[in-house]
């Protein structure tokens, strides 16, 4: 895996076929000798080789769009596309979808979360050597077996039909259930990668890591979310959600607006070090704390001096244009005055977001908090 090169297909610039387009014939489900998510998953294998519009990076029909066109569960559709995903046919992306891989070319593939499944697999393997099993020797129920290694009875079904596919074990009968597997071959390793508390997050948190090493020194404000997203191939939500356990270990410092994310200590080590320049700012949740104060403050006095009880206010929209505001913000100090009690929510063609009391207009926001309250402590004095 050392070689494979990691890609974020964007899902609006790849091709979907529709189910209006397919044109071979349907599985017949009713007279077959096996489980019905492995026939379907045996007719997209064949779909796939037969239709020549059907080409790598062409995403599949989804998952409730299939179920409706055989006439079976979505999870039975889930069940057949990790199926031909094991085959190396297809490879499925949160919120992307389902794609044709070429597999032709192995070196680049997608980065996703070590699934519950993925992590049976390694579990069984486990079970396998640790209970001394021998070839030919009968495996107990899948059931059973989910209970001694912590996963579903599902989860574990499926692990097993998998390691199946890989001749690792071998069903006795032409349909599987829940029992007769037979162990068949004892020439398989542990994957030490797969973790379950290895999620994509912490995948992404460790390169993060290796990144500051190798590219930043104390002091260094990081690239942007976009740029890392980029670079490791992941979301930018995943890499906002990496950086977030970053700065709670006190590697990074956040602030807010152009001055960015700062390294105020190398992964390695112990010591946390901050220039003076960098440490005069407040942690950013301080910050941003004050800033929708600010904003809450600034609504307060437009209520007081503009609008009676009963009135309604501006939109969101319109306020965000009015004061330059993100949305975001002016939701958030909304929701903020509606706790307080000054504001309530209407929905429906006359609904909107209504004065329900007049605040008072002394309050003042606490501007020393966008510095760090050791300096505003020192200016003080």
């Not at 519009?53 to 006439?71: D, F, H, Q």
């Not at 980029?230 to 956040?254: E, P």
């Not at 606490?366 to 200016?379: G, T």
Request: charged letters at 25%; glycine letters at 4%; proline letters at 4%.
């Amino acid at each position: 895996m050392n070689n494979v090169k990691y890609v974020l297909p964007q899902k609006s610039s790849l091709h979907q076929i529709k189910t209006c387009d397919i044109t071979i014939p349907l599985p017949d489900l009713k007279n077959i000798n096996e489980s019905k998510a492995l026939a379907i998953g045996k007719w997209l294998m064949h779909l796939i080789d037969s239709d020549k519009c059907i080409k790598p990076n062409t995403l599949l029909p989804s998952k409730p769009e299939l179920a409706y066109l055989l006439g079976v569960s979505i999870g039975t559709i889930q069940n057949a596309l990790r199926y031909i995903e094991d085959l190396g046919y297809v490879e499925s992306k949160q919120c992307i979808g389902t794609l044709v891989r070429d597999r032709n070319n192995n070196e680049f593939c997608m980065r996703k979360l070590t699934s519950k499944r993925e992590i049976a697999i390694n579990a069984i393997k486990k079970y396998i050597l640790d209970k001394n099993f021998i070839i030919n020797q009968n495996l107990p129920s899948s059931r059973s077996i989910a209970s001694s290694i912590g996963c579903s009875a599902n989860t574990t079904r499926l692990a097993l039909e998998y390691l199946g596919t890989l001749g690792i074990i071998e069903h006795k009968f032409k349909k599987s259930n829940e029992t007769g597997w037979i162990v068949k071959s004892l020439d398989f390793e542990i994957d030490k990668n797969t973790d379950e508390n290895l999620t994509l997050v912490k995948k992404v948190e460790t390169d993060l890591k290796n990144f500051i090493k190798t590219n930043l020194k104390i002091g260094d404000k990081i690239p942007a979310h976009a740029d890392l997203s980029s670079k490791l191939s992941v979301s930018i939500k995943t890499i906002h959600d990496a950086l977030k356990f970053l700065i709670d270990d006190g590697i990074l410092m956040a602030r807010r607006g152009r001055y960015g994310t700062t390294v105020i200590r190398m992964p390695d080590e112990k010591n946390t070090y901050e220039k003076k320049e960098t440490s005069i700012f407040a942690p950013a949740p301080d910050t941003a704390f004050y800033y929708y104060e600010k904003t809450q403050n600034h609504i307060k006095r437009m209520i007081a001096e503009n609008y009676e009880i009963g009135s309604k206010l501006p939109s969101i929209l319109e306020l965000s244009k009015q004061l330059d505001l993100s949305p975001n913000t002016i939701r958030k100090a909304f929701h903020n005055l509606a706790k307080e009690g000054y504001l309530a929510f209407s929905r429906g063609r006359y609904g909107g977001t209504f004065v329900i009391d007049i605040p008072e207009t002394g309050e003042q926001a606490f501007k020393w908090l966008a510095v760090n309250p050791k300096y505003a402590e020192v200016y003080k004095n």
